[in-house]
């Protein structure tokens, strides 16, 4: 199994980037998938989910009408769509599958991990 995001880089705030998220070697559309963020020094954090048919979406309250999370299960990959970003949004972002039919924002339900892109938002 192989995740792989790409898209990150530097803004500034105000500013929008896309990430995306390649996935290989499941079903995709049986996995339910996440995006989360680490900043230095901070614990890593739940940033948004949405559900194998790409029908349920949950977001961090932090994120909540900035970020969008979508999927195109016809190219198994999943896109975090990132607008109006902020110097506190600056972090490393990683996306995660879970095997389970609902949306989840709990870590330890992700067994399969990306090797993360670093966001930065600096003026």
């Known amino acids: 199994v192989q995740l792989q995001a790409f898209g990150g880089g530097s803004v500034q705030p105000g500013g929008s980037l896309r990430l995306s998220c390649a996935v290989s070697?499941?079903?995709?559309?049986?996995?339910?998938m996440g995006w989360f963020r680490q900043a230095p020094g901070k614990e890593r954090e739940f940033v948004a989910t949405?559900?194998?048919?790409?029908?349920?979406?949950y977001y961090a309250e932090s994120v909540k009408g900035r970020f969008t999370v979508s999927r195109d299960n016809t190219k198994n990959t999943v896109y975090l769509q990132m607008n109006n970003l902020k110097p506190e949004d600056m972090a490393v972002y990683y996306c995660?599958?879970?095997?389970?039919?609902?949306?989840?924002?709990?870590?330890?339900?992700?067994?399969?991990w990306g090797q993360g892109t670093q966001v930065t938002v600096s003026s």
């Open positions: 995660a599958a879970a095997q389970t039919a609902r949306t989840t924002r709990i870590t330890n339900e992700y067994y399969y």
């Open positions: 070697g499941l079903t995709f559309s049986g996995y339910t």
């Open positions: 949405v559900s194998g048919s790409g029908g349920t979406t």
